[in-house]
Every structure is written in structure tokens, then in C-alpha cells.
């Protein structure tokens, strides 16, 4: 069982012609038609090639960090109140030239137990961060230009209703089973 409550999932899943695809025509149908989006939304563009887990992990700390504990000196708190004011392009730029991310992201990439891709190779496996803002399901895509919102969600259902767009991400392509979540919970508040 996951512990609750839980605040962010992020999704491992493979980028295949019917992924990208529907990225496309996602994106043509928002740009025509809108969709609500919450100004408390933090997103990312990713502009660094492989660093699509580094972005996950900063868009669900950034959107929880009124309900996580970062101490003062944190890098990650830095990062984000110092991007707050800034738009998802500028975010990039920020990550792009960010020593203090990009040295604990190497850093974190070289300790796993498999092989890290280097910056230059091409992975076809992307991740992407799931969280509720607002009353709406947000998914964050640092390759997109904007997140996208999956309907109405509540911090009780987060995990329920991530799992059903997890479930679409997989309907999209069933030759595929290289699907992951991670959830981001909090830490009880027994366990202090």
C-alpha cells in the first residue's frame, strides 16, 4: 500500500510514434480550443537533453513545497523561489545554467545501480510529474510548452486519478511495458 497522502507521481514511459503522436494533436487541440490552468502551477521547459527525471523530480517539489520541509540551504528550495516570477522558457534557462542542479544531478545519475545514458545519447524513455493543483489533475511534461490538465482531482485521489491517465499512456501503445510511477508522499506524522 502507498503511504498517504500523496503529493506527486511521476511516470517512466516510453516515447514511441503513438506517444508523440498524440503529443502533437494534444497540443494543436489546447492551442485552439484553451484549458483551464491554474496560475499556481510551477512548469519547466526542459532544455537539457536527458535530464527529463531531474525535471520531474523539480516540477513535483516546486508544486509541493508549501507542503515539504526544505531546509533554508536546500539547492532545490533556491532553485525554485529563484524561479518562481519566471516563465516555463526562463525555468529552462535557469536549469540550463545551474552548476548547483547540474552537479547533484550528475551526481545522482553516476550512483544508480544501471548505466546512465550520457547527455548526448538517445533514450526513447522520458518521465513526467503527475500532481493536484487546485482542484485539477496536472501533468508535467518539460517537453511540452505548457502542462496539461486532466480533469477534476482532489490531494485524496491524486494517486487514483494518476493511475487512470497512467493507464492512457499505456492504452496508447500495448506493444509497450516499460511503464514506471513513482509516488511522492508525505512523511507521517507519526514517523517524526
Known amino acids: 500500500m502507498v503511504p498517504q497522502p500523496v503529493v506527486a507521481v511521476m511516470m517512466l514511459f516510453p516515447v514511441t ?11 494543436e487541440r489546447i492551442q485552439a480550443e484553451g484549458q483551464t490552468l491554474s496560475p499556481n502551477v510551477y ?4 532544455t537539457i537533453a536527458n535530464a527529463c527525471g531531474t525535471v520531474g523530480v523539480l516540477h513535483a517539489v516546486a508544486n509541493n513545497k ?6 533554508e540551504d536546500c539547492y532545490l528550495r533556491r532553485f525554485v523561489e529563484n524561479g518562481s516570477a519566471k ?12 552548476e548547483e542542479v547540474t552537479n547533484v544531478h550528475e551526481e545522482c545519475a553516476n550512483e544508480g545501480q544501471t548505466e546512465t545514458p550520457s547527455l548526448d545519447d538517445d533514450t526513447f ?17 518539460g517537453r511540452k510548452s ?12 491524486l494517486l487514483e486519478d494518476a493511475a487512470k491517465v497512467v493507464q492512457k499512456f ?3 501503445d500495448t506493444s509497450q511495458v516499460q511503464f ?6 508525505e512523511l507521517p506524522q507519526d514517523a517524526e
Not at 125 to 141: P, Q, T
Open 87 to 98: 516563465t516555463s522558457e526562463e525555468r529552462g534557462e535557469q536549469l540550463e545554467v545551474s
Open 125 to 141: 524513455l522520458h518521465f513526467v510529474c503527475l500532481i493536484e493543483r487546485d482542484g485539477f489533475l496536472y501533468e508535467l511534461d
Open 43 to 46: 512548469h519547466l521547459k526542459q
Open 17 to 27: 510514434k503513438p506517444h508523440e503522436d498524440h503529443r502533437v494533436a494534444e497540443d
Open 146 to 157: 505548457f502542462p496539461i490538465n486532466h480533469g477534476p482531482s482532489s490531494q485524496q485521489t
Open 170 to 172: 499505456m492504452d496508447r
Open 66 to 71: 508549501d507542503r515539504l520541509e526544505l531546509p
Open 180 to 185: 514506471n510511477m513513482i509516488a511522492l508522499t
